[in-house]
């Protein structure tokens, strides 16, 4: 009854979702702060006041949506705020963002350079599809987001994975030698997680140089606008760059299921034919409304962002002082670990107190819990957890 490809599926494990209590989720590296007050208003428009337009299909290109993550990129330089996510500075909440905090780009995104998609989870997937064979190693880094290796399942696509570094960052020379070797690609996560640690952007220009020009090397950013450095400007001179971006965390909007891959037309064209072979629509009419009025309020989520890098150094130092290890974070998470407690208890016994952090089983991580970073007064209460752990 069962298709014989079934075997290479090895589903996903998302941080657990438990129904038996209220828990504090601090497992999933969402947002803690709702999105900005002009998405919820535009999609309480879109339910009432459009009403009859749910009758009929959405734009399958979303190209509105397109457009307006283009003049969000071209507004901000492609990233929401870098200095000020690494500075230890509270924010002042409601300051206007000038344009002169931003960098600029050196060329102007357009809409073409733009795949839209229903999270870059299924963005990830289509390029995949799109970009690997299953003839060539894929090269991803040993400890890296945990759905490539479903991916590459799920494709048939081996998998070189290559090691990190005893610190814990990416050994990039390693990772350019293997795709050298076979005339692979590349696929990591910049800042990556687990880690929260993340390179510069001449980092990943050296990555590009020493790569092969022929193989796409993708670049999921995810957590960029946290205190990363975006490779959006590379671009430029890079025509097989892939970056890969989501709504789901600075932008406050897991559950509107909203991510885009910024790249060459041409690139863009070859995701958008995966696409049409396989869900003509994936974004429906009332999240590519609220996606457009998520893109037309950045100060609102430079705020956020701020807010949420001020909170993880704020933790970082408490975790220091507490003698646990941790590593420092360019993201909305922490990636940490206490000398004679297991992980996995750590985890559990945090649980007991009401608050979900995230423990990966997989070897070489199991002593870390990784902590995502929420609220001044969700994590005043698991400092108070932490305290009393022994
Ligand atoms: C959260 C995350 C994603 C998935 O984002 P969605 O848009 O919610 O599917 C992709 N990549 C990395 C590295 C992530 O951490």
Redesign the pocket.
Known sequence: MIADRMKNLHPYEPGEQPKDREYIKLNA?ENPYSPSPKVTKEIIKSSKKYSQRLSLYPDPDSRELKRAIADMLNKTGGVLCRAECKGRKKSGSGAEVSPSQFDKLPFNVTEEMIYAGN????V?SFIFYAFFDGNKELIVPEHS?S?YPVYAGFYQIPLNKVSLNTDWTLDKAKMVEAAKKNNSSIIF?NPN?PTSLGLTREEIKEMLKNSPKDKVFVV?E??VDFGGESAIPLLAEFDNLVVVR????SLCG?GL???YAVASPNLIKQITIVKNSLNHFPIDYVAQRAGIAACSDVGYYVECAKTVAFERDEFIDFLKKQNWHVLESQTNFVFCKKDGLKGEYCYEQIKKKGILVRHFKTPGIEDYVRITIGTNKQMKELKKIILELK
């Open positions: 590296n999270g870059s989870d299924e990830l987001y759905f996560a997680a999921d995810a957590y989501t709504f789901s965390k897991a299921r909203l991510g």
